[in-house]
């Protein structure tokens, strides 16, 4: 991954848990690769809920130090860069790494947009 190969670059370690551990720890270089991370996909979510006008991205957490840092610099840049962004209307949910978080998400989305709805409708 990006965030590997920048690690190996600084001579940090490449693996993801080990790089969150030294990044709690107070790393800067550590610390620095997540935030750079999390701005690039920032962005790029923000130009994508844009495009395709989405309710809500999914983002799935591995590891505990990635919601301070990468997820912290991902959210300000999400912000920043949502051209037409609707605050009430696309936001990001953060979903713990479980191994049915995927299926438990989309079926979470689902239903949240079936209540808001007012219930189900009957094709036309």
Known sequence: SAISRQALKRGLSDDIAVLAQIASQGDPEAIE???CAGRWIGQAL??????FDLEA???????????????KALNES??????????SRTGIV???D?????LRGAVGLALDLLLRQ????RPP
């Open 94 to 96: 953060i979903s713990p």
């Open 118 to 121: 007012g219930g189900m409708r």
């Open 78 to 87: 999400f912000r920043a860069h949502g051209y037409n962004f609707d605050e």
């Open 33 to 35: 690769i997540f935030d």
């Open 57 to 71: 991205i999914v983002f799935r957490a591995p590891q505990p130090a990635l919601n301070i840092y990468l997820l």
């Open 98 to 102: 479980e191994g049915d978080g995927y």
């Open 46 to 51: 923000a130009q994508v809920a844009n495009l």
